[in-house]
């Protein structure tokens, strides 16, 4: 069955990076792109963007622009968003999914933002 | 201020039908398809709908979809107090060249 797990609860401070991985399991990890979506508490989904399946093409929303990287690895089948910048409202729950429908979801990473 | 836009609640009866709204515009739901999220208390969202009014496997077929021209709906019939949650609407929209969801649609079960 499809598995995405996501690494741990991370504590930032603001200006700083946090990079989130996502390792996936159960599927042929190369078929598929990786969506992230995030979710600041009490709030609804907001879509950061989606890397290809070739990894080759990245799709990011414009508000993240410049402050977004998104990666994969292939050999360990685990993709990476690393966001830069950090300011406190970007305290959220992120998640990663399976391609541009997020069929399969990660079970989450908190990052805070906190001075 | 999301693009698409969704009652903020909504509720019934257990066995009631209850339908939540998707309105957006030809950018976004007029010219691509719509999925639907379900996300339980505390957990990671879940996909419900995709394509419009596709169940993946393990849906109950309780849940359905349908889309019209700007607009697009979900149905729950047969409502049951499990299906308490939040639920979101989310299509490919082609102005902002991006994925947007819907503000989300809190379902109570009365």
């Known amino acids: 069955q499809v598995h995405l797990v996501q690494s741990g609860p991370e504590v930032k401070k603001p200006g700083a990076s946090v990079k989130v991985s996502c390792k996936a399991s159960?599927?042929?990890?190369?078929?598929?792109?990786i969506s992230w979506v995030r979710q600041a508490p009490g709030q609804g989904l907001e879509w950061m963007g989606w890397?290809?399946?070739?990894?080759?093409?990245?799709k990011n929303a414009q508000k993240f622009q410049g402050r977004i990287a998104m990666t994969t690895d292939t050999s360990t089948s685990t993709a990476y968003m690393e966001l830069r910048s950090l300011r406190s409202d970007d305290t959220a729950v992120y998640y990663c999914a399976r391609g541009s429908s997020a069929d399969y979801w990660g079970q989450g990473t908190l990052v805070t933002v906190s001075s | 201020q999301s693009v698409l836009t969704q009652p903020p609640s909504a509720s019934g009866t257990p066995g009631q039908r209850v339908t939540i709204s998707c309105s957006g515009s030809?950018?976004?739901?007029?010219?691509?398809?719509v999925n639907w999220y379900q996300q339980l208390p505390g957990t990671a969202p879940k996909l419900l709908i995709h394509t419009n009014n596709q169940r993946p496997s393990g849906v109950p077929d309780r849940f359905s979809g349908s889309k019209s021209g700007t607009s697009a709906s979900l149905a729950i019939s047969g409502l049951q107090s499990e299906d308490e949650a939040d639920y979101y609407c989310a299509v490919w929209d082609d102005s902002l060249n991006g994925q947007v969801f819907g503000g989300g649609t809190k379902l109570t079960a009365l």
């Open positions: 159960g599927y042929t990890f190369t078929s598929y792109g």
């Open positions: 890397i290809s399946d070739d990894s080759v093409n990245t």
């Open positions: 030809s950018s976004n739901i007029g010219s691509n398809i």
